[in-house]
């Protein structure tokens, strides 16, 4: 989803979806990113929430990041799935201080990579974010074990957050942006690619023709 | 600032639009009690008849308002024929999942009002988690779906009564609204699907721009059917469409949607982008337009037009049968 370049100046629009269980704080951490504020007592995330956020990242690029908030409980989630379509990656929450929203996030994982995967056939971008880490400490095991975890199961990394204390929000979304980008560098690349080996066939079959 | 049921209001709340209209509205509603009054004296038992239809359609006093609620889903029925079982349920032993969800949303359901503050007292808090324990134990189907706490709390803020709440939210679920809060949603899903085919009827422009960006009706009016407005209109209009939908039904939800998208449909029509449409559809909701809630509820059985209880039952039918067999 990126839009035409002018003078070598390129805008993309990225669909990011932010899931994970109910009340883990997805909502918050949009709110964080996106107005950088904080709110102590948010409202239920009824269906989907969006947000837009525009970056300016570099001179030459300038990314909108289209942000889905679904809502967390699981009747909902079978009535959202609908929408993981078309998107470029995924904030994947959980709640540092509740143990039952990693399994959560994992099974968000698993659903999202059997919905909605990149051209080639891989996963989408994801990173997982432990949220609330303002209210808990990660300990070495803590922190090995969410490594392992993002290996086994395809994130592209994690993040402790906390979106009270405004730490590491922008840090973790823009990691998600970095291997977005990229992606989408590679895709190109890659249809750079099939079309200078259909030319290359091409003028190969006519070669012979003469 | 709060207003009369606890909210708090918005920063940027506009006191002198607000003030011009209650000027005029207070004149209506003064009028409106009386008759009222005279009409709960004169009859026992609230029938279902014209001239009640249209009391109710100019909206019920807030001081009736329990009671005609009551009279008109049955709730009051269900109450005397059950004496004691919404405390039996309480006092039952109930399922730790449901407890669990049930009070995850405690805190999320009303941050501003301040009757649902923890500090509070009474604290409704403690009412809704009741209404709800008790409703999802009743009703094992359903269970507890989010959006029924908004529900319920609407209920409490109005009967200021745990059990008369739970009864009225017995006749919303399980009587006037098809099936929105079982676990597939179905109800929700094909009533979405009926607002679409609605839309494409009568507002065909929005139904076009709609179609141009895949835009599924559940992106953006979910929450209007799964709240029945709540949180979206302000809340003397809610009140106002409560009332006929327990009067009259669950129709009244699509002459709400009808009406907001009709009204707005140049707005909704010039959207560029999926995005600028969901943007636009949450900013129909806000503004005059819907502050006005004795206009606005003159204009939902007019704008719209013709809506027969057949033409629903047909398209829910036709659409139950589209999203189950696809």
């Not at chain 2, 939908?245 to 560029?272: D, M, P």
């Amino acid at each position: 989803m990126s839009g035409g370049a002018e003078l070598g100046f390129t805008e993309h629009l990225f669909k990011v979806l932010v899931i994970g269980d109910h009340k883990v704080g997805k909502t918050s951490f949009v709110k964080r990113y996106v107005k950088n504020q904080f709110y102590e007592e948010l409202k239920t995330t009824i269906g989907v929430d969006f947000s837009m956020k525009v970056i300016d990242w570099d001179s030459h690029t300038r990314v909108r990041l289209q942000l889905w908030d679904i809502a967390g409980q699981e009747r909902l989630r079978g009535l959202n799935r609908v929408f993981f379509k078309r998107s470029s990656g995924a904030l994947v929450v959980y709640d540092m201080t509740n143990g039952s929203t990693l399994d959560g996030a994992l099974n968000w994982k698993h659903e999202l990579d059997s919905q909605v995967m990149l051209k080639n056939g891989r996963p989408i971008p994801a990173v997982l974010l432990a949220n609330k880490c303002d209210e808990t400490k990660v300990c070495r095991r803590n922190a090995s074990l969410l490594e392992k975890l993002c290996q086994e199961k395809g994130f592209i990394g994690w993040f402790q957050t906390s979106a009270k204390e405004n730490i590491n929000v922008d840090e973790a979304a823009k990691f998600l942006v970095k291997h977005i980008l990229q992606n989408n560098e590679e895709s190109v690349k890659e249809e750079e690619q099939n079309m200078q080996i259909n030319l290359k066939q091409q003028s190969k079959s006519n070669s012979t023709c003469c | 600032m709060v207003d009369q049921y606890g909210f708090e209001r918005a920063e940027d709340f506009n006191y002198e639009s607000y003030e011009d209209f209650m000027s005029k509205h207070l004149a209506v509603v003064t009028r409106r009690s009386k008759k009222w009054s005279k009409l709960l004296q004169d009859t026992v038992k609230i029938e279902k008849n014209i001239k009640v239809k249209r009391y109710v359609r100019k909206g019920v006093p807030c001081e009736h308002r329990t009671q005609i609620w009551m009279a008109a889903s049955g709730a009051q029925d269900q109450l005397d024929r059950n004496p004691g079982y919404y405390h039996s349920l309480l006092k039952a032993e109930h399922d730790p999942k449901i407890e669990e969800v049930i009070r995850a949303d405690m805190h999320r359901t009303f941050p501003d009002n301040i009757q649902f503050r923890a500090s509070s007292q009474p604290c409704l808090q403690k009412a809704l988690f009741n209404v709800l324990l008790a409703y999802g134990h009743h009703n094992k189907d359903v269970g507890y779906c989010q959006g029924m706490n908004f529900i319920a709390g609407y209920l409490l803020i109005i009967t200021k009564d745990e059990e008369k709440s739970f009864w009225l939210m017995d006749a919303l679920l399980g009587k006037i609204l098809p099936d929105y809060y079982t676990p597939t949603m179905l109800g929700l899903q094909v009533d979405q699907e009926v607002l679409g085919e609605l839309v494409r009827m009568k507002v065909p422009a929005v139904w076009q721009v709609m179609n141009s960006h895949n835009v599924m009706w559940t992106l953006v009016v979910s929450r209007w059917f799964i709240c029945l407005y709540v949180d979206i209109l302000p809340v003397e209009t809610v009140l106002r469409i409560w009332d006929c939908l327990f009067y009259e039904g669950s129709k009244i939800l699509f002459r709400v949607a009808l009406t907001l998208i009709g009204h707005n449909q140049n707005l909704i029509s010039q959207a560029q982008s999926l995005s600028e449409i969901c943007e636009r559809f949450k900013q129909i909701s806000h503004g005059e337009f819907v502050e006005d809630c004795h206009t606005f509820m003159q204009k939902i059985f007019m704008e719209p037009g013709g809506l027969s209880t057949a033409t629903i039952t047909k398209l829910r039918k036709m659409c139950r049968n589209r999203i189950t067999s696809a």
